[in-house]
């Protein structure tokens, strides 16, 4: 069984920055792809960033140019450098393993932007 597990969540005032972690129990370069997401209260699970075996990246329009995805193979960890934040990035943000048609999630840290 994959294990994920997010971490550097915490509260950070408008225009702040964070960098989360999400460790993997194995070797991230076995799944296709690894993703960033959020999830803010009463709102659906979006897609913010994502990075394929290749190192290819993607980001979601509301994150481009402030956050940047990353990895460290060494350690099994993927990073989601957040910068310029503001209170509309307050949400739970979740790490997704992509292999195939299969998907492993963390359970989450928590970001909260407020002054």
């Known amino acids: 069984q994959v294990h994920l597990v997010e971490s550097g969540g915490g509260l950070v005032q408008p225009g702040g920055s964070l960098k989360l972690s999400c460790r993997v129990s194995?070797?991230?370069?076995?799944?296709?792809?690894m993703r960033w997401f959020r999830q803010a209260p009463g709102q659906e699970r979006d897609e913010v960033a994502l990075?394929?075996?290749?190192?290819?990246?993607q980001y979601a329009d509301s994150v481009k140019g402030r956050f940047t995805i990353s990895r460290d193979g060494a350690k099994n960890t993927v990073y989601l450098q957040m910068n310029s934040l503001n209170p509309e990035d307050t949400a739970v943000y979740y790490c997704?393993?992509?292999?195939?048609?299969?998907?492993?999630w963390g359970k989450g840290t928590l970001v909260t932007v407020s002054s």
């Open positions: 997704r393993a992509n292999i195939l048609s299969r998907h492993y």
């Open positions: 194995e070797n991230i370069f076995n799944f296709n792809s």
């Open positions: 990075i394929t075996v290749g190192g290819t990246t």
